[in-house]
């Protein structure tokens, strides 16, 4: 009996968290609103926005009076789990709702943009020449929102030093600081000044206001979310292109290698194992496909080199901007770019993916494998990397975990594209759609799209919440919601 008091309070707690962040949801759902004095004409539209937030508000509230406060209140690493596995689905359902109540989409469809939105992927069946500012703003803040983590941003705006269990299941293992609340605090400060000066530079280019806030947020974000519908491209501009490239390379660092170059540690931030890998994986895939594919198609070096940087980086980084599209394609680059897309951002950023601190252990894990077979059986040794915290030691154990969530990744990988092939796609499409989907990257081959079938759809939304969410916090939330009950019913049982 004590023991169902007890799990019980905790899930209070955890009822309690969520609803703090669904009536999080709900103000952010009247931000759109701003836009009313700039186009007065789509003030019919108020009602999209204020009805879902109305009731987010409420039942957050609802939610957050269940919950009992106590400072001894430590969550744990599968009760983060569960809060963000909760809040996730429950953002997704709010923010899909202005979608819903205008008429302008389906439930499908409006679940698919939502969850593309908070994952920050970045793939749409929106027609953005027909889209309200509005409806575009709401899509960007679905960016910022998901970009920055559900959980980091209640963190830094509300609980204090004992959410670790949240700060963790949220995919932020290194802690910018100590003090987890001191260290999300950080992260927004970081996350909201690259945008507000990306604002700025893209003003100073020559776009537009409107288009610069959407568009800053996406690239920091890594979302890929575009007022235009040829996205970057539309604009024609070197400089914009540039500073969209150094955006979205900031959004795709580890927030902690952030606050090491903030420190002016330069020197040490290129020593940080995956931020040298993403660079030289660029500095090999770019020549590659600009003199091997792009150079004989955009007939001239210059243009080739350029198109090429920016479609890899946007890749890479799995922020799902272009400036070109990809029928003409041949399919060396479309596989360079499946590769990319699949290895992902960097670990403890906006990015999705494999993440490329995994991949850089398991090449180094490769590497120190076959030096092993070469050295006497005797030598002892320690192999690391360098973290931003420094000098991490490598176990067997950690190296074990980082391959099984590989597998799964890749499983997951072949199951979508197999679903994406039996509706009579190309195995091509197939696999650079799915990559963009479970990689969180957004960029398109052509399947996505408004009358996509709607199993095509699912299937990608599916993708795409567990390639941000990551499989090990979805899959360990569910089985200990299904074993809290099992024991709920046993005990109950057993007492009546």
């Known amino acids: 009996m004590l023991y169902l ?45 204020i009805i879902p937030s109305i009731l987010a508000l409420t039942l957050g509230y609802v939610m957050r009076r269940i919950m009992k406060y106590g400072e001894d209140a430590t969550l744990t690493l599968h009760e983060g789990g569960i809060i963000v596995l909760l809040a996730w689905l429950s953002a ?41 500012h509005m409806f575009l703003l709401w ?62 530079l893209y003003i100073l280019a ?11 947020i996406a690239a920091v974000s890594t979302g890929g979310f575009s007022t235009e519908a040829a996205s970057i491209g539309a604009y024609r501009s070197l400089s914009i292109e540039l500073i969209t490239i150094i955006l979205m390379v900031l959004g795709t660092t580890n927030f902690a290698a952030h606050y090491v170059l903030l420190k002016g540690e330069v020197k040490r931030f290129f020593q940080i194992g995956e931020i040298r890998f993403m660079f030289l994986t660029l500095a090999v895939t770019i020549p590659l496909v600009a003199y091997f594919s792009l150079i004989k198609l955009y007939e001239g070096i210059g243009t080739g080199f350029r198109v090429a940087a920016f479609e890899l980086i946007s890749a890479l980084t799995t922020t799902g901007f272009s400036t070109v599209g990809y029928g003409n394609w041949d399919s060396f680059s479309v596989f360079l770019m499946i590769i990319l897309m699949i290895i992902g951002g960097g670990a403890g950023s906006t990015a999705g993916g494999l993440k490329q601190y995994r991949v850089y252990i398991m090449v180094k894990s490769l590497y120190w494998n076959i030096k092993g077979f070469l050295l006497p059986k005797n ?68 399947i996505t799209a408004f009358d996509a079938p709607k199993a095509v759809l699912w299937t990608e939304t599916i993708g795409m919440m567990l ?23 046993k005990r109950k049982s057993l007492l009546s």
Request: proline content about 3%.
């Open 5 to 49: 008091e007890q799990l019980k309070d905790r899930y209070q707690l955890i009822v309690g968290y969520v609803g703090t962040i669904i009536m999080g949801i709900g103000l952010a759902l009247l931000v759109p609103l701003l836009m009313i004095p700039f186009y007065k004409h789509e003030i019919s539209e108020v009602w999209y926005f």
């Open 139 to 200: 899509r960007s803040i679905m960016q910022f929102i998901g970009g920055a983590g559900l959980a980091v941003i209640m963190l830094s705006a509300i609980i204090g030093p004992h959410g670790l269990g949240l700060y963790n299941a949220e995919g932020r293992s290194d802690k910018l600081l100590p003090n987890v609340a001191k260290s999300t605090k950080l992260i927004m400060v970081i996350y909201i000044g690259y945008i507000v000066s990306g604002i700025v």
């Open 467 to 489: 390639g941000r969410l990551e499989f090990l916090v979805v899959f360990f939330a569910g089985l200990k919601i299904v074993r809290d009950i099992r024991i709920i019913m």
């Open 206 to 216: 020559g776009m537009p206001w409107f288009d610069a806030i959407n568009h800053s």
């Open 379 to 446: 030598v002892v040794r320690q192999e690391y990397v360098i973290r931003p915290e420094g000098k991490y030691y490598v176990t067997k154990d950690h190296a074990l975990e980082i391959s099984n969530f590989a597998t799964i990744f890749m499983i997951t990988y072949v199951l979508g594209v197999l679903i994406l092939l039996l509706h009579g796609y190309s195995l091509q499409d197939s696999m650079f759609e799915f990559a963009s989907s479970l990689g969180t990257v957004g960029l398109s081959i052509g």
């Open 92 to 132: 997704t359902l709010f923010s899909a709702l202005p979608f819903i109540i205008s008429g302008k989409l389906n439930i499908t469809q409006a679940v698919f943009e939502a969850v593309s939105g908070l994952t920050t992927t970045g793939l749409s069946v929106v027609d953005v020449t027909k889209t309200s």
